[in-house]
T-cell receptor, first 116, second 115 residues
Framework: GESVGLHLPTLSVQEGDNSIINCAYS??????FIWYKQESGKGPQFIID?????DKRQGQRVTVLLNKTVKHLSLQIAATQPGDSAVYFC???????????????FGKGTMLLVSP | GAVVSQHPSWVICKSGTSVKIECRSL??????MFWYRQFPKQSLMLMAT?????????EQGVEKDKFLINHASLTLSTLTVTSAHPEDSSFYIC???????????FGPGTRLTVT
């Protein structure tokens, strides 16, 4: 089940289940979105990205869904494994121009706990 | 490819001292580097953005005289926490990107503890 702690929501699942992690983003003008996985004491690790001209993108065991109407992103992990246990962050940005850059805005994060 | 390293991985310093954290892009040239701070069980908060050879752009609420950023080359940016206090204890993470590519490549982070 899902619980909301003081700062970090937690999703607890059993190994083999499918996991769905949700994220509400803030800027309706954002056109590029990324999901990151962060293990304890490490930096964020890129999982999958999606641009605003798409509503779904699939990777290996992961799928990202984008609903621009309600400014919502989700990350689906199929056949969740104990090694998937980590904190997952969504991030949004505006695609930078060739000469410029845009900064990433991170969501609050969700801790995924996978029990064997 | 696209590896970013940070040094040190962890550091303990006494209150009032300064500490420098290095961020290096190992196999690419980073035109822009970003510094984030992360407190326990919280998200990453952008502190500043630095472009090689120019002054860093700091986010609102981040003291530029306390967090000195130098981006002297296309592969190295440094963050110096001056006159550190216990409330500066945090996980500091850098990232780097190349012009024209959206993705940022993140370093492994540096755990700073100020006693």
């Amino acid at each position: 089940g899902e619980s909301v702690g003081l700062h970090l929501p937690t999703l607890s699942v059993q190994e083999g289940d499918n996991s769905i992690i949700n994220c509400a983003y803030s800027n309706s003008a954002s056109d590029y979105f990324i999901w990151y996985k962060q293990e304890s004491g490490k930096g964020p690790q890129f999982i999958i990205d999606i641009r605003s001209n798409m509503d779904k993108r699939q990777g290996q065991r992961v799928t990202v869904l984008l609903n621009k109407t309600v400014k919502h992103l989700s990350l689906q992990i199929a056949a969740t494994q104990p090694g998937d246990s980590a904190v997952y962050f969504c991030a949004e940005t505006l695609s930078p121009s060739n000469s410029g850059y845009s900064t990433l805005t991170f969501g609050k994060g969700t801790m995924l706990l996978v029990s064997p | 490819g696209a590896v970013v390293s940070q040094h040190p991985s962890w550091v303990i310093c006494k209150s009032g001292t300064s500490v420098k954290i290095e961020c290096r892009s190992l196999d690419f040239q980073a035109t822009t580097m970003f510094w984030y701070r992360q407190f326990p069980k919280q998200s990453l908060m952008l502190m500043a953005t630095s472009n090689e050879g120019s002054k860093a752009t700091y986010e609102q609420g981040v003291e530029k005289d306390k967090f000195l950023i130098n981006h002297a080359s296309l592969t190295l940016s440094t963050l110096t926490v001056t006159s550190a206090h216990p409330e500066d204890s945090s996980f500091y993470i850098c990232s780097a990107r190349v012009v024209g590519i959206d993705e940022q490549y993140f370093g492994p982070g540096t755990r700073l503890t100020v006693t």
